[in-house]
């Protein structure tokens, strides 16, 4: 290797070392750091560093640049996660001469959105929702879903909104007439003003609603996550570049709420749902979403632990037990293994307890 035109074979090479660390974090269930590589846009400077013992040995730097949700999530622990990296790849390589000298983890850019708008800090972005507008509206607690509609399915939709009350989802139904009241508009506008997302049920007529499309459009403005359920129509104009779901009436709650995991106050929506469980036909519906979710803090693993190791009606639960994996799946243990690197096992009355 000349140190006028070193050629840097592991960093030529990263991303089959990263692919290597993959299957070992797959194998150790370090699904933080798995997720981190999986996900991140890979940069390398070669030559970063340069030591001249035992013949030379240049050190590169790791840039990974993660989506935002990702980065927030992990960055009050961005110091001893970038460590780790560095220790981690220099253990699948078995170059003398190269290194891993530093990984820096970074945020990707995303310049289509307006952080601005989409942070409810901005004065004037949307009309001010006072604590006690918002309470009446929403409920205290859940995560505030805004159901757009046409009044010719009221039934199927008053239907729906029990069906995601069960998860955690506080969902608002606009008003059943055409021509609301001017005291019913305001109410609107408050709800979309201060919703977490944005769902339209996209039914024959839907378009033909002027209601509905200025939904739409506030929907847009705000920034929220939509979604489109296909009820009869396809996704169209604006709304036709969002994720859109095909389910009937039946599926449409637990279809939503997968879509709507990703999202981190959804997860904690649904932890606060599982802690209220009420019955074993509960705890099995709630159980329905758990392959869904992908990411979870330690925190919030021992907060699902604690729910299920305190509320008897979720531990009676098939879904949650595991005790029937071919009608209900292998229960939340598999699904701790799955998400934490914290080892549990069953315990007495089925309890799950840290063995480390």
């Not at 699948?92 to 990707?108: L, P, R, T, W, Y």
């Not at 033909?208 to 009820?231: C, H, K, M, N, Y």
């Not at 570049?241 to 997860?267: I, N, R, S």
């Not at 021992?302 to 639960?317: F, H, P, Q």
Request: hydrophobic share 40%; with cysteine; charged share 25%.
């Amino acid at each position: 290797m000349s140190k006028e035109n070193p050629v840097h074979e592991l960093a030529r090479d990263i991303d089959h070392y990263l692919g290597l660390l993959s299957k070992v974090y797959v194998k150790n269930g370090d699904h933080r750091k798995l997720s981190i590589i999986a996900n991140a846009r890979v940069t390398v400077a070669e030559g970063w560093n340069y030591d001249n013992w035992n013949g030379g040995i240049y050190g590169h730097a790791l840039y990974l640049a993660i989506p935002p949700d990702m980065f927030v999530d992990c960055v009050s622990e961005r110091d001893t996660l970038q460590s780790e990296l560095v220790q981690d790849i220099n253990r699948v390589h078995n170059f003398q001469s190269e290194s891993i000298d530093a990984v820096f983890i970074e945020s990707q850019r995303n310049d289509d959105t307006d952080w601005r708008n989409d942070s409810g800090a901005l004065l004037g972005a949307v009309k001010n929702v006072s604590l006690t507008a918002a309470e009446r509206i929403w409920g205290a607690r859940g995560y505030r879903v805004f159901l757009s509609h046409k009044t010719e399915v009221k039934r199927e939709v008053a239907e729906l909104k029990e069906r995601l009350q069960v998860f955690g989802v506080a969902p608002f139904v606009a008003h059943e007439d055409i021509h609301p009241t001017k005291a019913w508009q305001d109410e609107i506008e408050l709800a979309l003003s201060s919703m977490d997302a944005f769902v339209a049920i996209l039914t024959e007529g839907f378009h033909d609603s002027l209601w509905t499309d200025q939904e739409v459009g506030f929907a847009l403005g705000r920034g929220v996550p939509i979604i489109a359920i296909r009820l009869g129509r396809d996704p169209y104009g604006f709304i036709g570049k969002f994720q859109a779901l095909t389910c009937d009436w039946k599926e449409a709650a637990t279809e939503l709420v997968k879509l709507l995991l990703p999202h981190a106050k959804m997860v904690d929506a649904y932890l606060d749902s599982v802690h209220q469980c009420t019955s074993f036909d509960r705890g099995n519906t709630l159980a329905d979403v758990l392959p869904t979710i992908q990411t979870l803090t330690e925190q919030q693993i021992k907060e699902l632990v604690n729910a299920y190791n305190s509320n008897i009606e979720l531990r009676g639960s098939f879904g949650f037990n595991g005790a029937k994996p071919r009608y209900y799946g292998e229960g939340l243990l598999s699904h701790i293994q799955r998400l934490s690197s914290l080892k549990y096992e069953y315990g007495e009355g089925r309890k799950l307890v840290r063995v480390r």
